[in-house]
């Protein structure tokens, strides 16, 4: 069964780093592109980020471009999203996700994580 299984989420200050780890099993990150959504409380689902099968795309949001890096380790079978200077409106479930376009239509697509909780709060 393909599971991935995301970890590294957090309570952390203003201004703080996480580094967010997905290990996926009986699939190959390197054959998929491959995507980060966040969900804040009461918000819908918002792609952060996403990595094409070669690595030679990357999209970011707006609103985290700078602050966030999104990488594939292909040898572990893991995607990472490294955060920093974290603020108050990056709290929310982050999901891990297979493909470019994860959400249509307000639904999931391709294969998700259960989710890790990130809290930015002083």
């Known amino acids: 069964e393909v599971q991935l299984v995301e970890s590294g989420g957090d309570l952390v200050q203003p201004g703080g780093s996480l580094r967010l780890s997905c290990a996926v099993s009986e699939f190959r990150v390197s054959t998929s592109d491959m995507s980060w959504v966040r969900q804040a409380p009461g918000k819908e689902l918002e792609k952060v980020s996403s990595?094409?099968?070669?690595?030679?795309?990357?999209y970011y949001l707006d609103s985290v471009k700078g602050r966030f890096t999104i990488s594939r380790d292909n040898a572990n079978n893991t995607l990472y999203l490294e955060m920093n200077s974290l603020k108050t409106e990056d709290t929310g479930v982050y999901y891990c996700?297979?493909?470019?376009?994860?959400?249509?239509?307000?639904?999931?697509?391709?294969?998700w994580g259960q989710g890790t909780q990130v809290t930015v709060s002083s």
């Open positions: 990595i094409n099968r070669a690595g030679s795309m990357i």
């Open positions: 996700t297979t493909g470019w376009m994860p959400v249509a239509g307000g639904h999931k697509v391709g294969y």
